[in-house]
Nanobody, 123 residues
Framework: HVQLVESGGGSVQAGGSLTLSCAFS????????VGWFRQAPGKNREGVAA????????VYADSVQGRFTISQDNTKNAVYLQMNDLKPDGTAMYFCAADIGLGRWLDSQSYNYWGQGTQVTVS
């Protein structure tokens, strides 16, 4: 049974930074790809970043390109999302997700394993 647990959310002023963590119950290398998604109230879940766990290739949504960075630490079984220059439209529940790596990188339907989410509020 695989568990993903997000942490690091909170409240921050616009322009501020947060780093989200996703702790895995097993190495992220067991999955081909890990992604970060966010969902604001009344909106669809949006993919913001994803990483190929073996090759370390990354993909970002246009809305966060240059401000967010996804990274992984296999020694800690963790994947991170560094978020800089946060904007009010970044207010959402943020989720990490993992799967073998088929399908589009930022499509939520490409992932079968999900954490419970961590709330980020930007004011």
């Amino acid at each position: 049974h695989v568990q993903l647990v997000e942490s690091g959310g909170g409240s921050v002023q616009a322009g501020g930074s947060l780093t989200l963590s996703c702790a895995f119950s097993r190495s992220p290398l067991h999955f081909g790809r890990v992604g970060w998604f966010r969902q604001a109230p009344g909106k669809n879940r949006e993919g913001v970043a994803a990483v190929h766990t073996a090759g370390r290739s990354t993909v970002y949504a246009d809305s966060v390109q240059g401000r967010f960075t996804i990274s992984q630490d296999n020694t800690k079984n963790a994947v991170y999302l560094q978020m800089n220059d946060l904007k009010p439209d970044g207010t959402a529940m943020y989720f990490c997700a993992a799967d073998i790596g088929l399908g589009r990188w930022l499509d939520s339907q490409s992932y079968n394993y999900w954490g419970q989410g961590t709330q980020v509020t930007v004011s």
